[in-house]
C-alpha cells in the first residue's frame, strides 16, 4: 500500500435542528470517549466531528481506532485526521536502518509512560513482541499488510471539514479564506501550534481547533476547559487528555447550526479523583502556571520537602515541591 497524504476540504451541509458534538485527542482513551459519549448522551440523531489525533499516548490506540471505524460506518461520525495519526501512519511506512533507532526509543518512552505504543500493539496482533530495533524491521511487513484496512482509513481521513457556521481543522488554517489551505500540506495544517494566539486572522466562520491543549494559552491557574476567542473567531478544544496527568477529554455541545456562540456549551470526562473543600477559599492574586513549554528552573535553596526556586522565563522566585524537579 503507498500512502499519499494529500490535504481533503470536505464540504458538509448540516440540517438545522440537529446536534453538533465536537472532540478532538482522544489520543487512545477509549474509556474516556465512551464515558463522555455517554455523559452527553450521544445518539443517531446527532452529528459528531472527531478532530484528529485518536491515537498514541493512550493505553488503547488500536482498540479506539477500530472504534472510531465502526462508529463513522453510521454517516453521523465524522473524524478528521490529526498530526499524531499523520505521522506515525508515514514513519511507519518509512521504517529503515536509517532512522529505526530513533523511532525503537520513542516506543520505548512511550511504553514507560504509557505501557503501550501504537506500534507495539499493531506487532504484537502480528504476533511480534519489540524488544530490539531490529524488531521493528521484522515486523514492519507483516503491519503494513495486515493493517491495510486501518491505514486506509488514516489516509481517506479530510484535513478540513467545512459546514455553514463552523469549520474544523485538527492544528488551524494557514489561510483565512478556506479554499486557500487546499495547496498547504496536511501537516502544515495538522500541527500549527498555538493557533489561535498565532494566526493573524479574524476568520469569517468559527474554526473549531484541536492539537494545542488549551492549558497552554494561560499563564496563571491551568484550565483544561476548552477557550473561545471571539475576536478571531477560533475555539480551542484540546483537553490535554494523554499529554497531562490531570488532562481531560472535553466535548464540545453545540445545539444547533445556526445558534450564537453564547449557547455552545462543553462536558469533559477525566479519571482523577475529585475532592470538596469545607471552607471558602480565596483565590490566589499572585499565582503563575509553568508549562512544560518553559519549566527551565534554577534551584536556589533545596529543602527536606520543598525547595525554593526561580523560574528562568518569568524571573518569578517560589517555593515548589521538591520531587517535581528530582529525576
Not at 216 to 221: A, K, Q
Request: hydrophobic share 35%.
Amino acid at each position: 500500500m503507498v500512502i499519499n497524504l494529500t490535504t481533503k476540504i470536505e464540504q458538509i451541509n448540516i440540517e438545522p435542528g440537529k446536534r453538533i458534538l465536537v472532540t478532538s485527542d482522544i489520543h487512545g482513551h477509549l474509556s474516556y470517549f465512551k464515558k463522555v459519549l455517554e455523559k452527553a448522551s450521544f445518539c443517531d440523531d446527532d452529528v459528531l466531528f472527531i478532530v484528529g489525533d485518536m491515537i498514541e499516548k493512550g493505553p488503547e490506540n488500536l482498540k479506539t481506532l477500530r472504534y472510531v471505524m465502526d462508529i463513522s460506518e453510521n454517516g453521523n461520525v465524522i473524524p478528521l485526521i490529526g498530526n499524531v495519526d499523520a505521522y506515525r501512519m508515514k514513519l511507519i511506512h518509512e521504517l529503515s536502518e536509517e532512522n529505526v533507532d530513533g523511532f525503537y526509543n520513542y516506543v520505548l518512552n512511550l511504553r514507560q509512560w504509557t505501557g503501550t505504543s501504537f506500534y507495539e500493539e499493531l506487532a504484537a496482533e502480528c504476533g511480534y513482541t519489540i524488544n530490539r530495533p531490529e524488531d521493528i524491521l521484522l515486523s514492519k511487513q507483516a503491519v503494513i499488510n495486515h493493517f491495510e484496512d486501518e491505514f486506509r482509513f488514516l489516509a481517506n481521513l479530510p484535513t478540513v471539514a467545512e459546514t455553514q457556521n463552523f469549520v474544523f481543522v485538527h492544528g488551524g488554517l494557514r489561510e483565512k479564506k478556506i479554499s486557500d489551505n487546499l495547496d498547504k500540506s496536511v501537516f502544515e495544517l495538522t500541527k500549527f501550534d498555538a493557533f489561535a494566539e498565532r494566526t493573524p486572522f479574524a476568520f469569517d466562520k468559527y474554526i473549531i481547533a484541536g492539537h494545542w491543549p488549551v492549558v497552554l494559552y494561560g499563564s496563571d491557574i491551568p484550565q483544561m476547559n476548552p477557550i473561545v476567542n471571539r475576536d478571531k473567531r477560533i475555539i480551542s478544544i484540546d483537553g490535554g487528555c494523554g499529554v497531562k496527568k490531570d488532562g481531560q477529554l472535553n466535548l464540545l455541545i453545540i445545539p444547533d447550526m445556526n445558534c450564537s456562540v453564547d449557547d455552545i456549551t462543553y462536558i469533559s470526562y477525566v479519571e482523577i479523583p475529585t475532592v470538596c473543600a469545607h471552607d471558602d477559599q480565596k483565590p490566589s492574586t499572585d499565582s503563575i502556571y509553568i508549562s512544560w513549554l518553559n519549566k527551565e528552573i534554577r534551584i536556589l535553596e533545596k529543602g527536606e520537602e520543598f525547595s525554593y526556586i526561580e523560574h528562568m522565563k518569568s524571573g518569578r522566585k517560589l517555593y515548589i515541591p521538591k520531587f517535581t524537579h528530582q529525576k
